[in-house]
């Protein structure tokens, strides 16, 4: 199926707390090194930090109320139609989880599919779910890293598109290896909506591979 690309790429990013990660986003696209354009930046938290950071750059900011959802037995799926409802009107050809704090369920996987992003700091497949930078010290890793990978059922499990390698140095706490990590987050998340925007990524079984112009590339890149 040949997926409609607006040029720029219509984007939303859905984002819980801080949205640094936005902010990097929203930081390649003002520079002119990634081609898209935030038409919404959409949160279930009121005070995020991120719908601020929206505001500031005056892209709409979206507050979705979990609120009237909650109790249900399908409530996370009346949320998720909720956002699709938001996403839809806004035509949004591309959806970034940056920060999300909340499970997606197949309501929007489907809508989606290969066409719905997210950012993880770790080398996955190793240590999904959270705290994962205090997890990668603890199991003595040498390395540590962050990736960006489709959005599948499983959490943190879809095909990676993108990953940076930090080493954990003697001394680090899981703050400073963080920071660390979040640095090589700010560069390989907008490389890898760019090579999205530029139709370069193609999902094969669990690998995604970049289009390069050469034969088809590997999708591990060591950032400069
Ligand atoms: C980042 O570490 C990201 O990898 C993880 O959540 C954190 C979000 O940070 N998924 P921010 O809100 O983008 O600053």
Redesign the pocket.
């Known amino acids: 199926m040949s997926v409609k690309r607006s040029s720029p790429l219509r984007v939303a990013v859905l984002?819980s707390?801080?949205?640094?990660?936005?902010q990097a986003i929203i930081d390649a696209i003002e520079s002119k090194v990634l081609q898209a354009q935030i038409v919404a930046v959409i949160s279930n938290k009121k005070e995020a930090v991120?719908l601020e950071r929206a505001r500031k750059h005056n892209l709409p900011d979206v507050f979705v109320d979990p609120k009237p959802f909650a109790g249900g037995p399908d409530s996370r799926e009346a949320y998720d139609h909720a956002l699709l409802e938001v996403l839809e009107q806004r035509q949004v050809e591309l959806v970034l989880?940056?920060?999300y704090m909340k499970i997606v369920t197949s309501v929007l996987l489907n809508a989606y599919a290969n066409r719905m992003m997210?950012?993880?700091?770790s080398l996955l497949p190793s240590f999904p779910g959270l705290d994962v930078q205090r997890k990668a010290i603890d199991w003595g890793c040498k390395l540590a890293g962050?990736t960006v990978h489709f959005v599948t059922e499983g959490v943190d499990e879809g095909p990676i598109i993108l990953q940076a390698a930090v080493p954990i140095q003697d001394g680090d706490t899981s703050e400073t290896l963080?920071a660390r990590?979040?640095e090589q987050?700010h560069k390989i998340y907008p490389r890898a909506v760019q090579l999205f925007a530029q139709g370069r990524l193609k999902v094969d079984g669990r690998r995604v591979l970049i289009e390069d112009g050469k034969p088809i590339g590997h999708a591990l890149i060591s950032p400069s």
């Open positions: 984002a707390g801080r949205g640094t990660n936005l991120a989880l940056a920060g997210n950012i993880h700091p962050c963080a990590i979040l987050e």
